[in-house]
Every structure is written in C-alpha cells, then in structure tokens.
C-alpha cells in the first residue's frame, strides 16, 4: 500500500479562500456520486456560491463494475461568483475505484496537479489482479503529475455500517465539506432532507457517515481550501434544464404534454409527473414520436395549446406533423432536448445539430419559431414565452434545449408563478361568421383560428393548400398568397425584437457568436482573453427563427467574426477540405446566408460542452496571442 | 322535434333544430358510385336524428379518398396526414369531452401506413365513432394494392395479381386487448349502415366500424358479384346487436345468431369472410377502460390551485 502522507499539497490559508474549485465524484453506477455531488451543491448554492454541476453518466444502466467506460459521477463546480458552465480541468476528485478514473483522464478531465482522492480498499482486495490494477494505476497517475491521496473510505465507512457501498456517499459529502468549509449546519440540513422520507434511524446513520467523514479529512487531510460564502437576500432554487422545461410546461398552462420516450428529453416529463395532474395537466405518453405530436396538435386545434417534447431521432419523425402545424396554423409547442446525432448517434452526449433540421427539414416552406435559452432559468422562462407565441402568431414553436442544458445544475432567482404565463380560457363565445379561418391580415400574416365549440366558426382545417376560408386550393394560384401571410409573421415577430446584447466592447478584433448552452463557457473565455488585453467579444443568440435584428451591423463592427458551437463543420487544413468546398457549423451556415459576411466557425463532436479552455486554446491561435497562464 | 302548425298548414321548424342542410358543406367530389356517398349520407342522418350541433362535432380524417369527408361536413373537421387520424382524434378528445368525434379512415390509412395507431387507438378506447371506409386498393393514387385487397387482385404495383392475402380487419381489431365494440356494414345496404352508425354512436368508448365500400372505379369487378348476389352475405342478429326491422331482415337470405357479448365466438364468426361477408356486430363490451375518462379527470382546477401545486414542486428545488 501506498503512503497515504507522501504527496501534499499547500493548502491554501482558511483566511483567504479560493475563487473557485472543480470537485468531480466518480465511482461505479449505483454508489451515490451523484447524490453526494448534488448535495454539495445544494448546501454551496444556500451559503450563496455560484454552482454548476453536471452528471457523468456512462450508457448502459448497470455497466460492468471497475471499468473505464463504467464511470459514473458527478462533476461540480463551485465559485464565490456565478458560475456559468462545468469549466476546464478538475481541481480535486474522490474516485471509489481507481480504474472510472482513466475514462475521465481520455476526457481530459484532469490536468497535472489535480487531487486523486481514492478509495484504498483495492490494495488489499484478495484478487492478484485488482490489486496488480490499482498499483498500476496509481504509478500511472503519479507519472501524469496528479497529486495522489489514498484514503480509507470503505475501512472508515464500515466502522459505522454494515454495507458500505449505500454509505460512502455521504462520508465523501462530509470530508468534501471539510475540504471546501461548507456549513455543517446546511449539510445536516441537506442530509436531513435526502432522507426524510426515511427512518430515524437510517438518518443517523447518514448524519454519522456525514460527521465522520468531515472529522477524518480535518484529522488526516491537509487539504482545505475554504470557498468564502456569499450573502445571499432572495430565494435560490436549484434544478437542472429538464427540471426546469417541466416547471415551465406547467407554469405556462399547458394542458396536455404529448411524449415518446427519448434521452436526454424524457427526464424533463419525469420531472413533471407527479405535479402536473394537480396542476390541470396531463403527460399522453402516444405509442411513437408521430403519434406524439399528432395527439398534441390535435389538443392544440381543439384549444388546448400542447407540447410535444423529444429529441433528434424524434424531431425526424415528426417532420410532417410539424409541416402540417405550420400549413394549418396550429399553435404548438416543440421542445427539441438536443444529442449527439444523426441517427441514433450519441444518446447521452451533447450536440447543437438540430439547428438546420428544425430550420429547414421539413419539405416545402414551413416557417416555424425556433427559440434557443441558454441558461437552466431561460429553460423555464422560454417554455410559457413559447406558448404565448404559438398562440399570438398561431405557429408551431420550437425551444432548442439540449443535453448540457438538460443535465447541468445551476442555482437561480426562485421564479415567482403569474396567472398571467397561463392559458386563457377556452373561447367559447359564438364567432363573427363574417370572419374566415385564415383571414390573414395584410400587415402581420397573423389570422385568427376558431375553436371547435364556436357556434358559427365551423371550417375543415386541411393541410392541402388552402385559401382564407380553409376551402381546398383547386385553383393553386391561392399558394403563393398564403405562403407571404406565413411567412410574414416571422418578419412581424422580429420586428418586435431587440439587437442582442454584446458581452464584451461593442467593436473590435473578433466577435464570438454563440447560442444556446454554450453562452456560459463563451462568456467565461471572452471574459478570461479579454483580461490579458485579447480585442475579443461575444453574442449569444436566442431567436433563431426569426433571427434578432441589427446582426450584420453588429457583425460589420468587429474585423472577425466566428460562431462557437457543439456540432459539426470541417477544419481547413484536412485533407481536401478548402475554402470553397468547407461545410460549416450550422450557425455560421445560416449567418453567413443572411447577413453575407464571411464569418468562421469552431465548432467539435467530441459529444462534451464547450468549454472556456478548449475556446481560450482556439483563441490563442486565432488572435496570435498568449492567453492561458 | 318539428311540429306542424295546423293553421297554416306548413311544417314550422323551431330555431335550435338541426336539418339535414345544417351538415351540408360543398358538393362531395367522390366519383359517382362511390360507396363514401351513401356513408356521407348515412352520417348526415345520424347528426341530424341526434341533433349534434355542428359546433361541437368533428370530423377527423387521414388522406386518402375517405379523407375528403370532413370537408363535405358542415361540422368542424380536420383533414390531416395519411394514417394519422387516430392519434390527432384522440388529441382533439383527450380534454374536450364534451365534442362529438369521429375518425373517418380508409383501408391504406388505418390497416397500413397508420396501423401502429389503429392497434393503439383501440387500446385507448377514447368514445369516438370510428368509420374504416374500405374499398381494398388504393383510390387516390390510382390503383395500388392495399393491404386488405383479396390476394390475386390486379393492380398497378401487381400487374398480374397481389402476392399476399389480405388483412381482416375484424378479425385484427378483435385481437387488440381492450377493444369494446367492433362492427361491420356495407355501404350498399342503407338501413343496415344507418343501424350500425346509430349503434356505434351509441357506444360508449370506441367503437370501430368496418364498412365494406365498392369503388366502381378500380374495384368494380371485386364488388358487384357481392352486391348482386343475395347468398353473398350473412347477417349476424342478436337483440343486443344491430338493430333490423323486421322487414329489413326478410331482405337477407343468410341470418345466424351472435351473441356480441362472445369474443370467443365473435372471431370464429369473423373468419366466415372466406365463404360469405359477415354484417353486423361482433362484439360489444360497454365496460372497457376508457383513456378519455383519465384524460378528463383533472378538468377544472382553479388557476391558484394550479399556482400552488407548481409552488410546492416548486419547493422542492428550494435551497
């Protein structure tokens, strides 16, 4: 067994602090990491830090124990400020195994002077060979500069219980709070919760694991370094994007939520199951993505604005419902929890591939409103905006979540619910049969729809061309009529939208343009290049369908511009990849077709968030200039 | 319902009462011959006879020949995709239990591109009336084989007859686990298809409704012997069944017995298709769960009761 004193760091003085720490758990599926992980950053976020946290997940549901792909955990990253993103490279990780640790090292989750933390019952396990593999791998993380503690979780657990793999966590919860300097009073509090659907007993046990946990790492450990906590004066919750996008579809009113089940989307209608009956709704779960989404619009024309909730695979499904919902002018909600595609692709993994999908991909021209929030509390907030305007302009709307989104942890300003986000009532009242089912105004494109119920208002919604009174087009010359009144209503929202706001000088050397999930990790690298004097700034885009106004403007005022997203474009320089035949990323496609400016993309597949180093690092060799100490 | 007024010696009919012009939207384009016609009818007498205000009625259909129905409905109607009348039927029903709905589907619709649906939808078991217009090929797109055209049918995709034999409808829904009420008519047998629809209006949950329908057109040699001949199909009767007059009954020369409570015997009774076209009701079950019951169940909560239980979930992601 290696000497558990040998490697130790400086701990930094109590009195001081530091700004920020990445702290990662990892172990086999099913030991609490992601408990543990959660709690810490619920007991960080009341004492007023900034937190992110973000699930490893690996993707089977029992993957084979101690093996690289089998990591499972939980990343969480604390700061004294907002913290926006999951960061770089880890500052300190417990490992319950040493062999999860290697999957995570490919990750490049790690950098030299990192803290291994490891569980040590390995050494001495009665197998050659777990033993031979946990020497190995210690001497192998020492040779890539981790800084190397193996520490005594099981023996020190099973002083306290029986079965020590349903304890541990909350041991590593307790020697993180020592670590860190979390307040004991909110971890008893956080463990107390956790648990209190559970025996007195099984509480004290927990509390005791907690305790121990905390006193070992005070007596053995030289490691400590306090994360100061904040004053915080309103009311925090703490929830993931998916948590979020459920809270939203409730708080919006919505009546029906029409699913098939799909990761990464699926969590967010578990989120909502219990709740959303007595919040006069209803989860359909149909028997496929079409049916999904054929129900909802169905809901939706009888005046019950629906949701229909997936992800890619699913979204190729519903393409023609989606043609149908633009055609036929149904209100809709779409909320696309985006993956690694095509096909069946990345499951779990992050990607912003759906872009030109939702954008283009269904046959003909179907204008839709796409919406991208980029933060967990946007995830609430743009769902009841989503229904508002589905209903103003009577047109599907997409929200374009996706994984990182849906899995990552972020603590924001407790919403506080307005009957306002509330569907109206259901519009009974007899209609002014003088006014027909598309009676397009000239100006807007926007008709108003009736609603079945409506004495007076009966018409036969079709998806065949149609005039202003939904009678079928036999004469096709009605097409092109219809098609501007459609089309019009995108330019007509846009006209009512903000140029976006630019994080950064509003002019200079290059411009980032990023949307969705990434704005944390963007904002993060502007932010970090702009301190060592980069001339460098960004924009996050949120309407993307229409796009908000003034972008060519904005775009003519920097002497570079570049989009930073999670999908894929080919790098110039790869074999027969040149200027004139590049695919790009997927927004710099789209921005460079509307505005005509030669904007560059960086953008990678490797099915991880954007991170603010992998964008310092693009930065370092686009502007020339050193930026990473 | 309409009373006459004896001084005047006209028929006055009160404002509130539904007449058949009140369902009347334009002309139905089928072609003449076309067996939708006297459905078209058949379900316009029904309104009419319930008095179903046409504002709370709707029409859902899938595309195909049968899916132009809604748009010959003065009802609200929604003509939407091939093979997806079931799942946007069952949306439209799922929290609007007080509208009338029907799904007017045809055979490549529902026993086709749509089937996953048609399996599901009986399973739901949401009370609608759901009309399979199935005249066995392809009308729309010219003559293709369906998949309940009898094997050796001649069509354009199978020059020198089907390779396959044919889907029975019946025998398929009586397969699905829930189903509460399944039925068959033709269209050219106007009391029968009139009792039929009456019946399955009547039913509560979803009741399916095959209805065997000539298309002159394409289909003209497979139907007219079925029509001419009086051996060619045989009634099932039962007091709980459809309901014939007596006289209407004389009129078929083969009448059996079938109790519709019997699922058991409502499949053998289906199989009789190889020798003769079995009419009437298979099986009924008024008890089936019912999808639209749980789909309604939480209607009507005030929105401050909906605050606070978004509130307290609210709660639980407090710190």
């Known amino acids: 067994m290696s000497d558990t004193t040998q490697t130790l760091a400086k701990p930094t003085s109590s009195t001081t602090g530091v700004k920020e720490a990445i702290v990662e758990i990892v172990s086999d599926s099913g030991e609490g990491a992601q408990k543990c992980g959660q709690s810490l950053g619920k007991i960080s976020a009341r004492m007023g830090n900034g937190v992110w946290t973000v699930e490893i997940i690996p993707a089977e549901i029992q993957p084979p124990a101690r093996s690289r792909e089998g990591a499972s955990g939980i990343r969480v990253r604390i700061g ?77 657990c099973l002083k306290l219980v029986s079965d020590a793999r349903r304890g541990k966590n909350m041991w590593v919860l307790g020697l993180l709070c020592y670590i860190y300097d979390r307040d004991m009073d909110l971890a008893t509090e956080q463990v107390k919760s956790i648990f209190q659907k559970k025996t007195d007993e099984v509480i004290r046990k927990n509390l005791d694991l907690l305790n121990a946990g905390y006193q070992w790492a005070e007596q053995n450990l030289e490691l400590h370094f306090p994360i100061p906590a904040r004053q915080i004066d309103e ?42 009956q007595s919040a006069g709704g209803i989860i359909h779960q149909a028997e496929d993505e079409i049916a999904a989404i054929g129900f909802a619009i169905g809901a939706s ?7 229909t909730i997936t992800s890619g695979p699913g979204i190729a499904l519903k393409t023609e419902f989606i043609g149908l919902a633009s055609m036929a002018e149904i209100p809709l909600v779409i909320i696309d929890v985006q993956r690694g595609g095509p096909s069946t692709g990345l499951p779990t993994k992050v990607e912003q591939g759906d872009l030109l999908a939702v954008l283009y991909g269904t046959p003909g021209d179907a204008p839709k409103f796409i919406l991208a929030p980029s933060t967990i509390e946007e995830c609430f907030h743009y769902v009841i905006l989503a229904r508002k305007l589905a209903e103003a302009f009577r047109i599907p709307v997409f929200v374009l979540s996706d994984a990182n989104l849906a899995t990552g942890v972020q603590p924001f300003k407790r919403p506080k619910i307005k009957e306002e986000w509330f569907a109206s009532e259901l519009d009974q009242h007899p209609w002014d049969t003088d006014i ?113 106004p003034g972008l060519k403007e904005i775009f003519q005022r920097f002497k570079q511009v570049m989009t930073v997203e999670i999908n894929y474009s080919d790098t110039l320089g790869h074999p027969h990849i040149t200027e004139e035949n590049r695919r790009y990323a997927q927004l710099a496609w789209y921005l460079r077709a509307q505005t005509l400016v030669d904007i560059d993309c960086f953008s990678h597949v490797f099915g991880q968030p954007m991170s603010p180093f992998r964008i310092l690092k693009m930065l370092e060799e686009k502007l020339d200039k050193k930026l990473i100490d | 319902m309409i009373a006459v007024n004896p001084d005047a010696c006209e028929m006055v009919i009160p404002d509130g009462i539904f007449r058949l012009e009140d369902y009347t939207s334009s002309k139905a384009r089928w072609c003449s011959g076309c067996g939708a016609h006297s459905i078209l009818n058949a379900v316009k007498l029904l309104c009419k006879e319930e008095q179903l205000p046409p504002e709370k009625t709707v029409f859902v259909s899938g595309i195909g020949c049968s899916g132009r129905f809604p748009h010959y409905m003065k009802t609200y109607g929604f003509h939407g995709l091939h093979g997806r009348a079931f799942p946007v039927a069952s949306g ?113 949950g979803l009741a399916f409704v095959r209805i065997v329908q000539r298309c002159p057109v394409f289909m003209h040699d497979t139907y007219e012997p079925t029509v001419k001949d009086p051996d060619a199909i045989t009634v099932l009767n039962h007091e709980k069944g459809i309901k014939l007059s007596e006289k209407e009954l004389m009129k078929f020369r083969h009448v059996i017995e079938h109790d519709p409570a019997d699922i058991v015997k409502a499949r053998e009774v289906a199989e009789l298709v190889k020798k003769t076209l079995p009419i009437g009701l298979f099986y009924q079950n008024k008890e089936a769960v019912r999808y639209d019951e749980y789909g309604a169940h939480n209607m009507g909560i005030s929105i401050p009761d909906r605050m606070k239980a978004i509130d307290h979930l609210m709660d639980r992601y407090a710190v």
């Open chain 1, 301 to 307: 024309y009888a005046g019950k604005t629906a949701v």
């Open chain 1, 436 to 548: 027909r089912p598309y009676e397009w105004d000239e100006d807007t494109g926007i008709s108003k729809r009736p609603i079945p119920g409506q004495k007076g208002g009966v018409y036969t919604l079709t998806g065949l061309a149609h005039d202003e009174g939904s009678r079928v087009a036999y004469d096709s010359s009605i097409n092109q009529r219809a098609m501007e009144a459609r089309s019009r209503k995108l330019a007509t929202l846009k006209d009512t939208l903000k140029p976006p706001k630019i994080h950064g000088d509003p002019s200079g050397d290059l411009l980032l343009v990023g949307w969705g999930s990434t704005r944390g990790a963007i904002e993060e690298a502007v932010s970090r290049a702009r301190e060592k004097g980069a001339s460098v700034s960004c924009v996050q885009l949120h309407f993307l369908n229409p796009l908000e």
């Open chain 1, 235 to 276: 009311e925090i919750v703490v929830m993931n994007g998916n948590e979020a996008i459920s809270l939203g579809v409730m708080a919006a009113g919505m009546e029906v939520c029409s699913m098939y089940p799909i990761t990464p989307a699926t969590s967010a209608t578990h989120g909502m199951a219990e709740t959303i």
């Open chain 1, 80 to 156: 004294q400020e907002e913290i926006t993103n999951m960061g770089d490279q880890a500052h300190l990780v417990v490992a319950l195994n040493e062999q999860v640790l290697f999957g995570r090292i490919e990750q490049n989750a790690y950098k030299a002077g990192t803290y291994l933390l490891i569980d040590n019952k390995w050494a001495e396990h009665t197998s050659p060979d777990i033993r031979r593999g946990y020497l190995d791998a210690i001497l192998r993380f020492k040779k890539l500069g981790y800084i190397i503690h193996e520490i005594p979780i099981e023996k020190e």
């Open chain 2, 92 to 204: 439209v029903k799922f929290r609007r239990p007080d509208l009338h709905v029907f799904v007017i589907t045809g055979d490549g619709d529902c026993c086709s591109i749509g089937a996953g649906h048609w399996v599901h939808a009986i399973r739901y078991n949401m009370k609608m009336v759901a009309l399979l217009f199935d005249n066995s090929i392809y009308g729309l797109t010219k003559k293709q084989t369906s998949p309940t055209s009898p094997m050796g049918t001649m069509t354009n995709t199978h020059p020198t007859g089907s390779v396959l034999p044919p889907i029975n409808p019946i025998q398929s829904t009586l397969g699905l686990p829930n189903v509460s009420f399944v039925a068959q008519t033709v269209d050219w047998k106007p009391a029968h298809l009139q009792a039929t629809i009456q019946k399955a209006y009547e039913h509560p």
